[in-house]
C-alpha cells in the first residue's frame, strides 16, 4: 500500500496508537519504505503536522522520531566524520542494532500526562 494511504489512520489514531512492539516495527518499517520513496521529509512534515493540533497518538511521535532517524542519520554521520571521525562510529551517539535492542523506556505516562507534555511542548515550540 502506498504511504499516502498508509499514513492516514496513523495519524488519525486508528492503527498503531497502542505502541505495542509490533507497532513500533510497523512504524519504523513505514519510516525506512519513507526514506528509500525518497519521502522521508515529506513523512516528518505530516507528522509535525499533526502533532500540532490536540489529541495526537503516541504513534504519531514515534513515527515523527523515526522519519527525523531514517532521513538524517546519513548527513549527521557524514557532518560527524568531519569533526571527530572515532565520534560517528561511537554506538552511544549513533546507536546500532545491538545498542538500539538493549535501550528500553523509562517511564510510562498516562493519557493526562502525555497531553499535558505535549501541550508544555507546543509552547515551547512556539505552536
Request: charged share 25%; hydrophobic share 40%; proline share 6%.
Amino acid at each position: 500500500m502506498p504511504l499516502r494511504d498508509t499514513l492516514p489512520p496513523i495519524l488519525r489514531g486508528e492503527q498503531h496508537a497502542d505502541l505495542a512492539a509490533h507497532d513500533r516495527d510497523q512504524l519504523e518499517r513505514l519510516a525506512d519504505e519513507a526514506l528509500e520513496a525518497d519521502q522521508a521529509v515529506w513523512l516528518r512534515d505530516e507528522c509535525s503536522s499533526r502533532l500540532k493540533q490536540p489529541g495526537a497518538s503516541a504513534a504519531v511521535e514515534y513515527l515523527l522520531a523515526e522519519a527525523c532517524r531514517a532521513g538524517f542519520t546519513t548527513q549527521r554521520l557524514y557532518e560527524m566524520t568531519k569533526i571527530d571521525p572515532d565520534l560517528a562510529t561511537n554506538p552511544l551517539i549513533f546507536p546500532d542494532a545491538a545498542t538500539q535492542s538493549k535501550a528500553h523506556g523509562f517511564m510510562s505516562v498516562t493519557e493526562q500526562q502525555r497531553t499535558s507534555y505535549q501541550q508544555k511542548f507546543q509552547q515551547v515550540i512556539g505552536a
